[in-house]
């Protein structure tokens, strides 16, 4: 049976776990600070009503819950003890729950995107009560595994799945846990994610081929609104490329010699793990609309409306709804 109290990574000392695992929660709370901006200005400007603002928003609360499971993974776990010991093992498991969250709101926001371009269709509304489900529970029906062999613990510089066993040996079962149910599923998802923009970057070049020479406003419409899909697409595959490939590569050398360890990749891991999902979420967040109002008269006209009700605001109506309300109204 695997114990989660001790840490039988001995390749650093002590402190050197502890300036790894310093560097990785800095990164993760200005991940958390930015995700913590981006919900704000979903709130200000209610950027909440549509199918597509709504990934989006799911997409923000599981970078925030992401940010917050790495800085609760605290500096001083080297020093187990029984009170960090039983923490340590619940932020090993939110740490890998909220994992679960980004990486699947980030494919279902990827899957709408790559729908929208290749099929021409809009999924809104017919797949966001499962996606919900997708991003924020299913995944618990395998992330509990862990607890039955108390995998959950202390893993080197940080809390997650243990690979050691009680005499620090190497664990089989640890290590078929990691893959299984993180680094394969995140391989796959990025996988996925690079063969669904290379398939809608094909689609788009094909249509644009057959538009060139024409002039039509729907046509023009058109090809704006894929270009800032594509945008959008190409955003996706190559943030999760950054994230992964010092994780990556981390991974291999560690796997192929264990006593070894680069301190240059374990910092390079630290870092760029969190970060980068909270810069992913303010740029999704902050489109070309949103950026315009980021300014003092807006967000004062934004906070007014918060803080006062509905009842005693005046709201500017577009003329050709009015009269056609007047029309029916009078008929």
Same mark, same amino acid.
């Given at each position: 049976? #695997?114990?989660? !109290?001790?840490?039988?990574? !001995?390749?650093?000392?002590?402190?050197?776990?502890? &300036?790894?695992?310093?560097?990785? %929660?800095?990164?993760?709370?200005?991940?958390?600070?930015?995700?913590?901006?981006?919900?704000?200005?979903?709130?200000?400007?209610?950027?909440?009503?549509?199918?597509?603002?709504?990934?989006?928003?799911?997409?923000?609360?599981?970078?925030?819950?992401?940010?917050?499971? +790495?800085?609760?993974?605290?500096?001083?776990?080297?020093?187990?003890?029984?009170?960090?010991?039983?923490?340590?093992?619940?932020?090993?498991?939110?740490?890998?729950?909220?994992?679960?969250?980004?990486?699947? /709101?980030?494919?279902?926001?990827?899957?709408?995107?790559?729908?929208? *371009?290749?099929?021409?269709?809009?999924?809104?509304?017919?797949?966001?009560?499962?996606?919900?489900?997708? #991003?924020? $529970?299913?995944?618990?029906?395998?992330?509990?595994?862990?607890?039955?062999?108390?995998?959950?613990?202390?893993?080197?510089?940080?809390?997650? #799945?243990?690979?050691?066993?009680?005499?620090? /040996?190497?664990?089989?079962?640890?290590?078929?846990?990691?893959?299984? &149910?993180?680094?394969?599923?995140?391989?796959?998802?990025?996988? %996925?994610?690079? +063969?669904?923009? *290379?398939?809608?970057?094909? +689609?788009?070049?094909?249509?644009?081929?057959?538009?060139?020479?024409?002039?039509?406003?729907?046509?023009?419409?058109?090809?704006?609104?894929?270009?800032?899909?594509?945008? *959008?697409?190409?955003?996706? =595959?190559?943030?999760? &490329?950054? &994230?992964?490939? =010092?994780?990556?590569?981390?991974?291999?050398?560690?796997?192929?010699?264990?006593?070894?360890? $680069?301190?240059?990749?374990?910092?390079?891991?630290?870092?760029?793990? =969190?970060?980068?999902?909270?810069?992913?979420?303010?740029?999704?967040?902050?489109?070309?609309?949103?950026?315009?109002?980021?300014?003092?008269?807006?967000?004062?006209? %934004? $906070?007014?409306?918060?803080?006062?009700?509905?009842?005693?605001? +005046?709201?500017?109506?577009?003329?050709?709804?009015?009269?056609?309300?007047?029309?029916?109204?009078?008929?």
């Amino acid at each position: 049976m #695997i114990s989660n !109290s001790t840490n039988c990574s !001995s390749s650093f000392d002590a402190q050197t776990y502890k &300036i790894i695992a310093a560097v990785r %929660a800095c990164s993760g709370l200005v991940a958390f600070l930015f995700s913590l901006f981006a919900l704000f200005v979903v709130v200000l400007f209610k950027k909440y009503r549509t199918f597509w603002q709504r990934l989006i928003l799911y997409s923000n609360v599981s970078t925030t819950l992401y940010g917050l499971s +790495v800085v609760l993974l605290r500096v001083d776990y080297v020093e187990s003890n029984a009170e960090t010991t039983r923490f340590c093992v619940f932020a090993g498991f939110f740490h890998q729950y909220s994992n679960w969250t980004v990486l699947v /709101s980030i494919l279902c926001y990827h899957l709408s995107l790559c729908a929208k *371009v290749i099929l021409g269709k809009d999924l809104s509304g017919r797949l966001e009560a499962p996606y919900f489900v997708a #991003i924020f $529970l299913a995944h618990l029906a395998f992330n509990w595994i862990p607890f039955l062999h108390l995998t959950y613990g202390l893993a080197g510089a940080w809390c997650w #799945i243990r690979d050691t066993n009680d005499d620090c /040996s190497h664990s089989l079962l640890g290590f078929v846990l990691r893959y299984t &149910i993180w680094y394969a599923p995140l391989y796959s998802v990025v996988l %996925a994610v690079l +063969v669904g923009y *290379v398939t809608s970057w094909l +689609v788009v070049r094909r249509r644009r081929k057959r538009w060139e020479g024409r002039y039509d406003v729907d046509v023009d419409d058109r090809k704006r609104e894929l270009q800032r899909d594509m945008t *959008v697409l190409l955003g996706v =595959p190559l943030v999760l &490329i950054l &994230i992964n490939v =010092p994780t990556f590569v981390n991974a291999i050398h560690d796997g192929i010699d264990p006593e070894r360890p $680069l301190l240059a990749l374990w910092i390079l891991h630290a870092f760029f793990s =969190p970060l980068p999902f909270g810069v992913l979420t303010v740029l999704f967040t902050l489109d070309r609309e949103t950026r315009q109002k980021l300014n003092a008269r807006h967000v004062r006209a %934004a $906070l007014r409306t918060l803080c006062y009700s509905s009842s005693s605001l +005046v709201y500017d109506y577009d003329i050709k709804v009015a009269l056609e309300s007047s029309y029916h109204s009078v008929n």
